[in-house]
């Protein structure tokens, strides 16, 4: 199973934008999907996940009230929406699945992305 990022680019600080995911073939509706983001030099860090059935988000604190995650009924397709972007936000995103709920980067994934860079210029 290969998960398909995209939305990744170049953006300014304060601007917007949204990233996507979904995997390549059907992996069944019972896997929390999330972002997992690792600037240059540093370590991988928790953005964002949703649980299997939608119910419930979860926030890494230095995207909270700025990301918001999302899932399409029914469907493994995840969107991250980015709002008031920051020079710091600037990561390769990987998308991730994972049989229990996400919260941390050191979490046991089932699969993983190639990850797709984003940029923000200040």
């Known amino acids: 199973v290969q998960l398909i990022e995209s939305g990744g680019g170049l953006v300014q600080a304060g601007g917007s934008l949204t990233l996507s995911c979904e995997p390549s073939r059907d992996i069944g509706m019972t896997f929390a999907m999330g972002w997992i983001r690792q600037a240059t030099g540093k370590e991988r860090e928790f953005v964002a996940s949703?649980?299997?059935?939608?119910?419930?988000?979860y926030y890494g604190d230095s995207v909270k009230g700025r990301f918001t995650v999302s899932r399409e009924n029914g469907k493994n397709k995840m969107t991250l929406q980015m709002y008031k972007v920051r020079p710091e936000d600037t990561a390769l995103y990987y998308c991730?699945?994972?049989?229990?709920?996400?919260?941390?980067?050191?979490?046991?994934?089932?699969?993983w992305g190639k990850g797709t860079l984003v940029t923000v210029s200040s």
């Open positions: 949703i649980t299997w059935n939608g119910a419930g988000t």
């Open positions: 991730v699945v994972a049989p229990g709920e996400i919260t941390s980067a050191d979490d046991n994934m089932s699969y």
